[in-house]
């Protein structure tokens, strides 16, 4: 092996080595929770309307009255369309 290809072996696995592609910095943007998710645990005085198709004032109605907790029922304000239930005491 002579000194040029030695120089050609260097230049291939070093110098001839092409810079990793930079990515750009992804902004790390959290997903908001969908508002399926938030129903879980909501206390929530907008909710999303699908008829409206926007997040409206909802109305609070009691729908059952529960040993362990009464079920709500939360209604679009405007349409009065039922936007989502929720367990809780009280
Ligand atoms: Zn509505």
């Known amino acids: 092996m002579g000194e040029e290809d030695i120089r050609k072996y260097l230049s291939r696995h070093t110098g001839g080595a092409k810079p990793a592609p930079k ?3 992804r902004i790390a943007r959290r997903a908001r929770p969908q508002q399926q998710e938030a129903f879980k645990d909501f206390s929530a005085t ?3 309307c699908p008829k409206c ?3 409206n ?3 609070e109605n009691i729908m059952l009255y529960l040993s362990d ?3 709500f ?3 679009c304000e ?3 369309t039922s936007v989502g239930t929720r367990k809780g005491g009280g």
């Open 73 to 75: 029922n939360y209604s």
């Open 78 to 80: 405007i349409c009065g």
């Open 23 to 25: 990515r750009p910095a």
């Open 69 to 71: 907790g009464n079920l």
């Open 53 to 55: 198709k926007q997040a």
């Open 57 to 59: 004032p909802v109305r």
């Open 46 to 48: 907008h909710l999303y």
